[in-house]
């Protein structure tokens, strides 16, 4: 595997690694460069983690920096793009993330800060969600014009009910680290104020760590045959779908808008 990234941090201490997205002046943001560096990472870190000889028992993903785990994609790189370049975009960020979601030992989204769009797509294709006590989370596609692009439509209702997930998805709602709690979407919250979070992150996951690594393998394979049995045509909708709103107006003035820090005002068109 590659030894550096320029957007990616890789770092294994004993049975602990962790992968920090390192762009913490645009708040972490997707653009097309760290998509393709988690494409890497992820395609060559899975038959690595398949080996007897793997001292890795779970995995850290963080973003740099506390104001933000991953604020979302890279708005501007929407600017000008086909609906078949964009549906294009939908599906490899839905792939990549699959791939995150299928590696073989736990995976632990550390959510700091703003967590939004892909980057709430990001977390919930995780095994395991913890929030330090800034953390915000919630998919805001709608107000650009667009609906969430890598299998958040397919994703978040299995993790918190249609009821809750399609309130989410049409209102743009963001919510706590306590409403996430609740809620289901994180597992716990990180409160301890003298200890920083990737610490207590590492000492929340002790007890995984701590067992039989081929036994946790099991569960994970075992409660992901049942629960990830989505069909190739949920992602294939959403990923249609999305490219389909970049050819309307309302995507236009929601980009626009959201670029030019103002409300936006769609025209149903």
Known sequence: MRKSFEHLIWEVEGQVAVLTINRPEVLNALNADVLEELDEWSTQIHPKLEQSTNPIRCIILQGAGSKAFVAGADIKEFKGKTKVEAQAISTRGQRIFGQIEQLPVPTVA?????????????????D???AAPNAIIGFPEVKLGLIPGFGGTVRLPRLIGYAKAMEWMTTAKTVTAKQGVDVGIFNAILEQENENMLDQAKKW?????????LAIKSVIFAMKSQHNTYSTQFFEKEASLFGTLFETLD???????FLEKRNPGFLNK
């Open 110 to 126: 550390l959510v700091e800060g703003y967590a939004l769009g892909g980057g709430a797509e990001l977390a919930i294709a995780c």
């Open 128 to 130: 395991f969600r913890l």
């Open 205 to 213: 996951i002790t007890p995984l760590c701590s067992m039989a690594p």
């Open 251 to 257: 995507f236009e003035e929601g980009v626009n808008a």
